[in-house]
């Protein structure tokens, strides 16, 4: 079983940037994809971007390809999210999520929140 937990959110202005962290705990967060998603309100969840476990294949939303990146540190048990050139409408809670071999993502953190001004 994986433990996450987000953080790195904030306030920030449209055009600017945020880096967020996903910290898991658990001895087998090397066998874990990782992905990111958000929910905004009223809206339902949706998928941004995963990272496999050897951080070998990156997949992203459309709607964020180009701005986002995601990466991975194993030595560190940390996956982040960088966020650039970010708007108004990527305003949400983002979360993270774990997936083992096999499986569909589970093991969700508790969410940062990320608000972009405009």
């Known amino acids: 079983q994986v433990q996450l937990v987000e953080s790195g959110g904030g306030l920030v202005q449209a055009g600017g940037s945020l880096r967020l962290s996903c910290a898991a705990s658990?001895?087998?967060?090397?066998?874990?994809?990782i992905g990111w998603f958000r929910q905004a309100p009223g809206k339902e969840r949706e998928f941004v971007a995963s990272?496999?476990?050897?951080?070998?294949?990156?997949y992203y939303a459309n709607f964020v390809k180009g701005r986002f990146t995601i990466s991975r540190d194993n030595a560190k048990n940390l996956v982040y999210l960088q966020m650039n050139s970010l708007k108004p409408e990527d305003t949400a809670v983002y979360y993270c999520?774990?997936?083992?071999?096999?499986?569909?993502?589970?093991?969700w953190g508790q969410g940062t929140q990320v608000t972009v001004s405009s």
């Open positions: 658990g001895r087998t967060f090397l066998n874990y994809a």
């Open positions: 999520a774990a997936a083992p071999p096999g499986a569909e993502f589970g093991s």
């Open positions: 990272i496999s476990w050897s951080g070998s294949s990156t």
